[in-house]
């Protein structure tokens, strides 16, 4: 049973690198992680089947840096609390586009807490994300939605093995660099070879080379698919290959990666914006840290960070060491909170415009959903 936990020593060692440290698009992710993690590439390729099969990795997969193929948000949405499960299976199951699907809380009534259902969504460039949600609002009995985009990206990371070692304020040695947000457009040929990179591997997949049967499937030679993979990450669309793990469930022995998942908010002062998200994406707790403008229902904060662990407490010390640098920094901020995850669902985002236009078409025309 130990073979198939994120706990045991080698699959430890193999997630500390597959998780998060494989940047960009590799030829060979596999062998790339065996180099880096000095764990011999056939039990690479063994434990992460094993690991993969038992539900304990919920997927693998080439990321992409999705705010640079489409528009998106995080939205948060009001909505009953009688009609909350039905809103979040609907998002979850039903909308392609809806990615991260949560219900949030806070620990005390504050400015934005009766949002209590949060999602991303991306929509394919040129379309409205508030035509979307309306009609995710006809279906759902959300009452009102507040859509907020990033303006930049200063950590997007996963790494949950690895974070379980880092103290409160560990940081790295320079201020996080900011990603601007800015749309990329696209050919026909990239759209293949995109969406055949992007597709979450199978287990029979997990092997060396895994890109040959890729090009097959985008119709494509080898080597033309290795260069427009090569030219996409060199516009900045390609993201890291990843091992996802099963982070909100337990895995089959019971053994949970994390038990809390913090947002975190800040207001700082109008202008300090990228150098605040320097000051706080350089944490290496944060998976995520955006600058989003949460506007008056949510006290005017302006950044925003994700952290997960097993400690409440700790999770707090993380947040209190963050707030302590960007005071030591000089950068006062006039309100904060947490909203705390609750029940989470993950999915890829889709990008396609051809799969956005049917479901669009499909859910507008259908009658909204009848709760009871």
Wanted: net charge neutral; aromatic share 8%.
């Amino acid at each position: 049973m130990s073979q198939i936990e994120h706990t045991d020593p080698l699959n430890a060692q193999i997630l500390a690198i597959s998780e998060d440290k494989i940047q960009g698009f590799v030829r060979d992710p596999f062998v790339e992680i065996a180099q880096k993690s000095g764990v011999p590439l056939e039990s690479v390729l063994e434990r992460i089947k094993t690991m993969l099969a038992a539900g304990t990795i919920r997927r693998v997969r080439q990321t992409l840096v999705a705010t640079q193929l489409a528009e998106g948000a995080l939205v948060a949405w009001r909505v009953p609390e009688e009609k909350l499960n039905s809103a979040f299976d609907f998002m979850f199951q039903q909308d392609p586009f809806s990615g991260h699907v949560v219900t949030r809380s806070t620990d005390q009534k504050t400015p934005g807490s009766e949002y209590r259902l949060w999602t991303t969504l991306k929509v394919p460039t040129g379309e409205p994300m508030e035509r979307h949600c309306e009609v995710l609002m006809r279906h759902t009995g959300c009452t009102k939605f507040k859509l907020m985009p990033a303006h930049g990206i200063f950590a997007l990371g996963v790494g949950h093995v690895r974070r379980k070692t880092i103290e409160p304020g560990d940081k790295s040695p320079e201020p996080a660099r900011m990603l601007k947000v800015a749309t990329v457009q696209l050919s026909d040929l990239d759209w293949q070879v995109l969406v055949a990179l992007k597709r979450e591997f199978a287990v029979d997949e997990i092997t060396v080379n895994p890109w040959a049967r890729r090009a097959e499937e985008a119709g494509v030679d080898f080597e033309t698919f290795i260069r427009t993979a090569e030219s996409l990450q060199e516009r900045r669309v390609i993201g890291r290959f990843s091992t996802f793990l099963e982070h909100v469930k337990p895995s089959q022995g019971g053994v949970r990666v994390t038990r809390f998942n913090a947002l975190f908010h800040w207001a700082v002062p109008e202008g300090r914006e990228i150098e605040a998200g320097a000051e706080v994406g350089r944490h290496e707790v944060l998976t995520h840290c955006y600058w989003r403008e949460g506007g008056p229902d949510f006290n005017n904060v302006n950044i925003m960070a994700v952290a997960h662990g097993t400690e409440k407490e700790r999770v707090f010390a993380h947040k209190r060491a963050i707030d302590e640098h960007l005071i030591a920094c000089g950068i006062p901020f006039s309100y904060t909170n947490v909203f705390w995850g609750g029940r989470s669902e993950i999915k890829p985002s889709e990008i396609s415009p051809a799969v956005h236009r049917e479901w669009m078409e499909k859910w507008s025309a259908a009658e909204p959903v009848t709760f009871a």
